[in-house]
C-alpha cells in the first residue's frame, strides 16, 4: 500500500486548510484510515481516523475544529481543518491498516503563522 499526501501549506491563525491522501496498491487490506502529526521535539500524535464502515475518532484537541472523511470509491482520505491555530503546526502524515500492518505516507508540512 502506498498513500500519498497533499494539501499542506502556510496559513494565518483562524484560518483553513485541507488534507488529502490517496491509497494505492493492496488496497483491499485497508481497514481504518486517518491523520498522525508530528510537531518539532514531539512526538508523532493521533489526530484523526476513520474506517471503512465510516466510524470515526478525534484527538480531543481538534474536537469541532477538524473533520475526517473518506472516499472508499477514490481510496481516499481527507482531513479538513478548520480554526487553526499556531499549535496546530506540525508534519501531517496520512496513515492507514489493515490485515495487522500499518501504513505511513510522507508528511506534509501545515504551518499556522501569521
Known amino acids: 500500500v502506498q498513500l500519498q499526501a497533499s494539501g499542506g501549506g502556510l496559513v494565518q491563525p483562524g484560518g483553513s486548510l485541507r488534507l488529502s491522501c490517496a491509497a494505492s496498491g493492496s488496497i483491499f487490506r485497508i481497514n481504518v484510515m486517518g491523520w498522525f502529526r508530528q510537531a518539532p521535539g514531539k512526538q508523532r500524535e493521533l489526530v484523526a481516523t476513520?474506517?471503512?464502515?465510516?466510524?470515526?475518532n478525534y484527538a480531543d484537541f481538534v474536537k469541532g475544529r477538524f473533520t475526517v472523511s473518506r472516499d472508499n470509491a477514490e481510496n481516499t482520505v481527507y482531513l479538513q481543518m478548520n480554526s487553526l491555530k499556531p499549535e496546530d503546526t506540525a508534519v501531517y502524515y496520512c496513515?492507514?491498516?489493515?490485515?495487522?500492518?500499518?501504513?505511513w505516507g510522507k508528511g506534509t508540512q501545515v504551518t499556522v503563522s501569521s
Open positions: 476513520i474506517t471503512s464502515g465510516g466510524s470515526t
Open positions: 496513515y492507514a491498516t489493515g490485515d495487522g500492518l500499518n501504513y
